[in-house]
């Protein structure tokens, strides 16, 4: 079975920070892009950042750079958001995807996750 859990989301007032993970089982996530996505209730799920396979290259959505870094533990099997300086707009359902193409945009992940609630507010 194919898995991928996301964990680590909660409720933080703004500035603060949150670190999500990925994990993956039933198969290792080194021959995988990671990327994350978040959406809004009623918005459009928008891609967060994502990482090669090795964890030498990131991109990250312009909303979110400088705040946020991905980053991975292929030894772990385990990828991770740290989302620092969060802002309301942040809040959202965040989900971690599998793809095998570095490019933030969702029509390339094709396993996904169950997702985990950042709220951001004071």
Same mark, same amino acid.
């Given at each position: 079975?194919?898995? @991928? #859990?996301?964990?680590?989301?909660? @409720? ?5 920070? @949150? &670190? ?12 995988? +892009? +990671?990327?994350?996505? &978040? ?13 090669? +396979? ?9 909303? #979110?750079?400088? &705040?946020?870094? +991905?980053?991975?533990? $292929?030894?772990? $099997?385990? /990828? ?5 300086? @969060? ?5 959202? #359902? ?23 609630? /950042?709220? /951001?507010?004071?």
């Amino acid at each position: 079975q194919l898995q @991928l #859990v996301e964990s680590g989301g909660g @409720l933080v007032q703004p500035g603060g920070s @949150l &670190r999500l993970s990925c994990a993956a089982s039933g198969f290792t996530l080194d021959g995988y +892009i +990671i990327g994350w996505f &978040r959406q809004a209730p009623g918005k459009e799920r928008e891609g967060v950042s994502c990482i090669t +396979i090795s964890g030498g290259l990131t991109k990250y959505a312009n909303s #979110v750079r400088g &705040r946020f870094t +991905i980053s991975r533990d $292929n030894a772990k $099997n385990t /990828v991770y958001l740290q989302m620092n300086s @969060l802002e309301p707009e942040d809040t959202a #359902v965040y989900y971690c995807a599998a793809g095998g193409t570095f490019v933030l945009a969702e029509n390339y992940y094709h396993y996904w996750g169950q997702g985990t609630q /950042v709220t /951001v507010s004071s």
